[in-house]
């Protein structure tokens, strides 16, 4: 049977994820060993159930950042921290430095200070998630097997991750969770 694997983007620049499609004719093999359930580059609404394995790219930046986390926590085996932003909060935990009452300067900068037409935040519901009052790496709010760093993370990494993924083979340990590379 193959093995249900989901990628997901929360805080991040899209990088991890073009690491992972410089695998380039790994990506043959991959797909013949794995059903990608759920990820930026499938057309699936919804994290589905049953997850084996899902890389989480970025960091945990808002409360739908949150809301998707906890869902697929609930539905996955195994969870990946996937680049710099999800294990350490790396670029986007950066606005932590204007402090917790600060958070919404950065809606104000984006959307108002460099805004050529209309400078304006959006408000309607679903548009622009809460801020969480801290940006925080993807552990801080689940539980995280293992961990993938790199900005982004190279492609050999990825690769010898999938491998041992694939293999069933138990990763090597270093402390009490798996660092590779
Ligand atoms: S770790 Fe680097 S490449 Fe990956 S999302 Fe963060 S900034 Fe982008």
Redesign the pocket.
Known sequence: MKLRVATV?L?????????FLDLDEFLIELAGKIDLVYSPVVDVKEFPENVDVCLI???VCNEDNLEILHKIRARTKMLVS??????TG???AIRNQLGLENSENVLQRAYIENAQNNPSVPKADGIVPQLLKNVVPVHEAVYVEYFLP????PADRIKALMVQVLSGATPKLEGSQLKFG
């Open positions: 983007w805080g991040g620049c899209a990088g991890c994820h073009m690491s790219e970025g960091a996937f680049g710099d932003c999800a294990v790396n670029v986007p790199g900005c982004p993370p």
